[in-house]
């Protein structure tokens, strides 16, 4: 396992299209996140799983927004009706339980909305 | 609201000098406190973190310093080497629950050679 693999690395789509990403975490990680980033701004939590559950969801995340993570393991992020405003770069990071926050970062996945 | 502050924006220090980046915070909930290295096209890379109960963690030619009765932590890179040059963010997690990380809007550290 040579750490968090996000795909695509990079997506162009156009206004009103709908995309997904994937994240296939480090493998015995129970914890994974989604944080999007912005030019000249740090990582913003999304949304976190523990296993399989969903637990906690940012206000960041509109209804146009979800994500999944069936059996505890890989993950996908879906943007419904994409705006411009959704261009950036979207995170995943994964880690286990009780590290005091130290998450493993994938390279992430740049979204351009035209 | 920034809950993690970093105020300078970028930092340019010659090789073999001391860099020091500096990182406030608000939330007093914050448990712990973490520094990432970011290169361009790349996700942010652990560096070292610190727990509210220490002073100081110390890592190789890094050590990252927190006082929490002035809510600031400052990240020291003793002797600084060219390959340092990169984006690092300060980022915070509070107590129990996700360990969700706060972030700051991130400091850019050059190392000339």
Same mark, same amino acid.
């Given at each position: 396992?040579?750490?968090? @693999?996000?795909?695509?690395?990079?997506?162009?789509?156009?206004? =009103?299209?709908?995309?997904? #990403?994937?994240?296939?975490?480090?493998?015995?990680?129970?914890?994974?996140?989604?944080?999007?980033?912005?030019? %000249?701004? %740090?990582?913003?939590?999304?949304?976190? #799983?523990?296993?399989?559950?969903?637990?906690?969801?940012?206000?960041?995340?509109?209804?146009?927004?979800?994500?999944?993570?069936?059996? %505890? @393991?890989? @993950?996908?992020?879906?943007?419904?009706?994409?705006?411009? =405003?959704?261009?950036?770069?979207?995170?995943?990071?994964? @880690?286990?339980? %009780?590290? =005091?926050?130290?998450?493993? #970062? =994938?390279?992430?996945?740049?979204?351009?909305?035209? | 609201? +920034? +809950?993690?502050?970093?105020?300078? /924006?970028?930092?340019?220090?010659?090789?073999?000098?001391?860099?020091?980046?500096?990182?406030?915070?608000?939330?007093?909930?914050?448990?712990?406190? *973490?520094?990432?290295?970011?290169?361009?096209?790349?996700?942010?890379?652990?560096?070292?973190?610190?727990?509210?109960?220490?002073?100081?963690?110390?890592?190789?030619?890094?050590?990252?310093? *927190?006082?929490?009765?002035?809510?600031?932590?400052?990240?020291?890179?003793? /002797?600084?080497?060219?390959?340092?040059?990169?984006?690092?963010?300060?980022?915070?997690? /509070?107590?129990?629950?996700?360990?969700? *990380?706060?972030?700051?809007?991130?400091?850019? *550290?050059?190392?000339?050679?």
């Amino acid at each position: 396992d040579t750490g968090v @693999s996000q795909d695509p690395r990079h997506k162009i789509t156009k206004r =009103g299209q709908n995309v997904t #990403f994937r994240c296939d975490p480090i493998s015995e990680h129970n914890r994974l996140y989604w944080y999007r980033q912005t030019l %000249g701004q %740090g990582p913003e939590f999304l949304t976190y #799983f523990q296993n399989e559950a969903q637990l906690e969801k940012s206000r960041l995340l509109s209804d146009r927004f979800s994500a999944e993570r069936p059996k %505890g @393991s890989f @993950s996908t992020l879906e943007i419904q009706r994409t705006e411009q =405003g959704d261009s950036a770069m979207y995170l995943c990071a994964s @880690s286990p339980t %009780g590290t =005091g926050g130290t998450a493993f #970062f =994938g390279q992430g996945t740049r979204l351009t909305v035209v | 609201d +920034q +809950q993690v502050k970093q105020n300078s /924006p970028s930092l340019s220090v010659q090789e073999g000098r001391i860099s020091i980046l500096n990182c406030d915070y608000t939330n007093s909930m914050f448990d712990y406190f *973490l520094w990432y290295k970011k290169y361009p096209a790349e996700g942010p890379t652990f560096l070292i973190s610190i727990s509210s109960i220490k002073d100081k963690n110390e890592d190789g030619r890094f050590t990252v310093f *927190l006082n929490k009765s002035a809510k600031h932590l400052s990240l020291h890179i003793v /002797p600084s080497q060219p390959g340092d040059s990169a984006v690092y963010f300060c980022a915070a997690s /509070p107590q129990g629950g996700s360990e969700k *990380l706060v972030f700051g809007k991130g400091m850019k *550290l050059t190392v000339n050679p």
